[in-house]
């Protein structure tokens, strides 16, 4: 969701803050801002923010009396996306190595200027940017109002900046005439005056319930930057006298790949000397505020994996990236003698997954999309149950775990909360906890029991594709593993991996051969208000996802369906307005699928269908086919996926919209 980074050192803050916050804007980008710490001489420089929320204003920060340089906070931030704020933070220039910069999302409160973050407490002295959502900012907020604080802001953060405020700073309360209400607060000790910042922060965190990454910065402790995180997550980067803090590391790597990922209730404070974390609160883990040493790891990231390598968007760059990613989750994974695959992050748990009577898919999305074909084929080839489920559900109803099922949550950023959180709620109840991830070093990848990276390098293109086809290509893998421990043939799982092995060059061909046909088609299809998707067996869930695609990025409203449920209900919708996008290989359902393309007919639905090269029957009765090689059924949708993925950008741009960042979507979708 939204994007935090944070530079303490020597150098200029604000080029790293900006640089880090174009890396970051997938993640959100309704508004951007920074807050900067900077040292003032006899000048007064602006600090604060006017409630437009379009100019810093004075509020009155002056050099000491003895005429020594103290420092001011200064914020820009405005809505509109990074270069808004570039442009804005290039008018009135400054100066400082201390800063916090953020895109947001919104959550609470409309994208506006004022909304933006960072946000500052009653004093404007500490500023604060906030990924999650502050679930009881009401209360506090009620009950901060009373004691005189005024809020500029609609948003939750603003309510624990005024929190840490009031812990922060006895005189500011003192100033206020807030002190009779002091003891209401119910955490204050008697030294509060002199509390550090840190302590503030991890007070008022204490009363906070809900979920945060945050980075905050004080006029007063102008030698610091303080984080913490519950729920969303922050990576620290260690430098060469410098230091990061940053929500992932995609906005760091640029200047150090040594980092160390905060966990839940963890917090730390970042100087220029170094980084000192600890817990949060007491969590049956810990008694709370006590001191922890955190590892330090090394991210594998290569710089040119987050840029566009020539592409106009990421999302394109990702879809031509398939060939290889798809060879990167296979590689070193294949036994090929044995008709098997070997899942090194599953290795510890083999003796589980072979007992396992049922296993339990949870994802989101076009996760849970490649959940619902990973099902298809596990049970086709390896005969065991396994239920599949939107996370968001699981979460909270009363799911059954029963003794031995084994859960594997699906997720390319390994951060989405509903996932997580199902989990978690499967870990509580006994199951082992398996990961299908990308991001390295993610939530989801550092609390399941093991799991396996689907190793597609960063997707910064909103709409996942490549994460897709790589889980797919991990999920067969998984396919053949459980099958081989139960009923599979070495023949059979020879076969597998023989058609496995062939699928990157059948991906090329496949961009290859039907680009540009379906650079023609959207400029057809560009102005449809509906589509309809249908596709059966392991093709039904890519009708879901073409249809899930095409709406993300086009806002064209389409639903997937399964082809022959499309009687009972849906066609009603065709007449010679609707395109149908029909995903018919020639697998065992191809004859039925024929028989749906003929009802769409019937009622002058204009078919596209993606049929098997070599499918004349099919050319006779659609009015569009797109071909794709022939591969074993379970494989198909790795195919079939790829010219829906083309046609929902094409048919975007053809539109005019940006298919990176669509409306109102984030990447990594942190807040439940
Ligand atoms: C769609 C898309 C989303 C994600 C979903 C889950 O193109 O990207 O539907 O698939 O938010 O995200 P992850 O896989 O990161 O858990």
Redesign the pocket.
Known sequence: MCGIVGYIGNREAAPILLSGLHRLEYRGYDSAGLALLETLGAEVRSSGFSSNGKRPVDNGQRTSDNGQRTTGLVIEKCKGKVTALETLAQSTPHHGTVGIGHTRWATHGVPSDTNSHPHTDQSERIAIIHNGIIENYLSIKERLAARGHTFRSETDTEVLAHLIGEYYSESEIRGTGLDSHVSELGHRSPDAGHRTLTEAVRLALNEVVGTYGIAVVSADSPEEIVCARNGSPLVLGVGDGEYFVASDASAIIAHTRQVIYLADNEMATITRSGIKTRTISADGLSGGNEEITKPVERIEMELEAIEKGGYEHFMLKEIHEQPRTITDAMRGRILEEEGNVKLGGLQNHLQELRRAPRLVIT?????YHAGLIGKYMIEQYARVPVTIEYASEFRYRNPIIEEGDVMFG????G??AD?LAAMREGKRKGALALGIVNVVGSTIARESDGGVYIHAGPEIG???TK?FTSQLTVLSLLAIMLGRMRHLSVVDGRAMIHALRELPEKVQKTLDDTERQIMELAESFKNASNFLYLGRGYNYPVALEGA??LK?ISYIHAEGYPAAEMKHGPIALIDENMPVVVVAPQDDVYEKVLSNIQEVRARKGHVIAIATEGDTKIHALAEQVIYIPETLAMLTPILSVIPLQLLSYYIATARGCNVDQPRNLAK??TVE
Do not use: M, N
């Open positions: 994802a989101c999305g076009t996760s699906i997720s390319q950023s951060e989405t996932t909103v709409a996942s994460a899930l695609k993300e990594s979708v």
